[in-house]
């Protein structure tokens, strides 16, 4: 079995910053593809930001010189780094990644965790 556990959600005021991380667990060999999402009440899931095997990384314009993604892949774990948060940038956010356990790759979530921003 596979596990992808967030941490580092929280309530911040508008302009502060949160780092939020995202392990991987079980049976991983390999991880292509780590990827975050959100998705805000009302809305659709959104990406929010994505980072390959080879770290090239992809943004969504509401977060392109705010956000920055990384990936330890020694410890199986991708980061978001939230800078200058704003009451939109409220949501749920979720951990994505490409995992194989054997010959095949398969997509998992995380659980979810709550970034509120408000003053």
């Known amino acids: 079995q596979v596990q992808l556990v967030e941490s580092g959600g929280g309530l911040v005021q508008p302009g502060e910053s949160l780092r939020l991380s995202c392990a991987a667990s079980g049976r991983v060999s390999r991880i292509q593809g780590m990827a975050w999402y959100r998705q805000a009440p009302g809305k659709q899931r959104e990406l929010v930001a994505s980072?390959?095997?080879?770290?090239?990384?992809n943004y969504a314009d509401s977060v392109k010189g705010r956000f920055s993604i990384s990936r330890d892949n020694a410890k199986n774990t991708v980061y978001l780094q939230m800078n200058s948060l704003k009451p939109e940038d409220t949501a749920v956010y979720y951990c994505?990644?490409?995992?194989?356990?054997?010959?095949?790759?398969?997509?998992?979530w995380g659980q979810g965790t709550q970034v509120t921003v408000s003053s």
């Open positions: 980072i390959t095997s080879t770290y090239s990384t």
């Open positions: 994505n990644a490409q995992i194989s356990s054997d010959y095949l790759f398969r997509t998992y």
